[in-house]
């Protein structure tokens, strides 16, 4: 997939907000990886790549892992340049040698980008055999807003849907699953009152600080059939 300058983020003001007031969310999204890649039981030496990572925010959480070396891919000029001083960088997925990766993550990424099926057939060229992927996303059309709009949202993903694109880019899918079910009620909510699609960050930290805490933790029990969001771990067969 070459540069498309259509891919680049440029909604600086919400990273800086979940940055800042999702301090659980962000929390709970670093163990999802770490539990799924099973990085506490690394002892060899490992890569992992962060495809679009804006700020840092989740990338900048791994460079002290011992046996990790950390990975870009990053088109905004302004985060490629802010953080390759601290990961190996490259601006395109195409860069890269086949092959390379142990792990790759996308954490709110997906959407963004038109052709999303034609950047999971790139990422499964880039991961070694037995590789592991992780995406995370906003889920469920029926959530759609203005706020997607503003910020450059294709498409909210369905279960069904990311698990086939997954399965058409020939990975084996190990799970999919929705997240933040009370949050879909909240999203649900925002999409008719927030009309001019702006982010409220004292809601945001609102909800992240009481009722984040609460679903996150009740999924763990039991998964819910809707979420705001929706996760899928995959594997690249070796």
């Known amino acids: 997939m070459t540069s498309n300058t259509s891919d680049i983020y440029t909604g600086d003001d919400v990273l800086q907000v979940m940055s800042e007031k999702a301090?659980?969310?962000?929390?709970?999204?670093?163990?999802?990886?770490?539990?799924?890649?099973?990085?506490?039981?690394?002892?060899q030496p490992k890569k992992i790549l962060e495809i679009g990572p804006g700020h840092g925010e989740f990338i900048n959480r791994f460079t002290n892992d011992q046996h990790l070396s950390t990975y870009i891919i990053e088109k905004d000029p302004a985060y490629f340049k802010q953080l390759s001083t601290q990961h190996k960088g490259f601006q395109d997925i195409e860069e890269p040698a086949d092959n390379t990766f142990d792990y790759v993550y996308l954490i709110d990424v997906l959407e963004h980008i038109e052709q999303d099926e034609e950047i999971l057939a790139a990422?499964?060229?880039?991961?070694?055999?037995?590789?592991?992927?992780?995406?995370?996303?906003?889920?469920?059309?029926?959530?759609?807003?203005?706020f997607d709009k503003k910020i450059g949202h294709y498409r909210r993903y369905h279960k069904k849907e990311l698990q086939k694109k997954l399965k058409t880019a020939a990975f084996d899918v190990n799970r999919v699953q929705y997240h933040d079910v009370i949050g879909y009620f909240a999203a649900y909510y925002n999409k008719w009152v927030a009309k001019d699609?702006?982010?409220?960050?004292?809601?945001?930290?609102?909800?992240?600080?009481?009722?984040?805490?609460?679903?996150?933790?009740?999924?763990?029990?039991?998964?819910?059939?809707?979420?705001?969001?929706?996760?899928?771990?995959?594997?690249?067969?070796?």
């Open 23 to 43: 301090i659980n969310r962000n929390n709970a999204v670093e163990q999802l990886i770490r539990k799924e890649f099973q990085l506490l039981s690394v002892q």
């Open 123 to 146: 990422i499964f060229k880039k991961l070694k055999p037995k590789g592991k992927l992780l995406i995370y996303v906003p889920a469920r059309m029926e959530l759609f807003s203005e």
């Open 197 to 238: 699609g702006v982010l409220n960050a004292n809601m945001v930290g609102i909800y992240d600080k009481w009722l984040f805490p609460l679903t996150n933790n009740m999924e763990k029990v039991l998964p819910f059939p809707i979420g705001k969001s929706l996760f899928a771990i995959a594997t690249k067969a070796g």
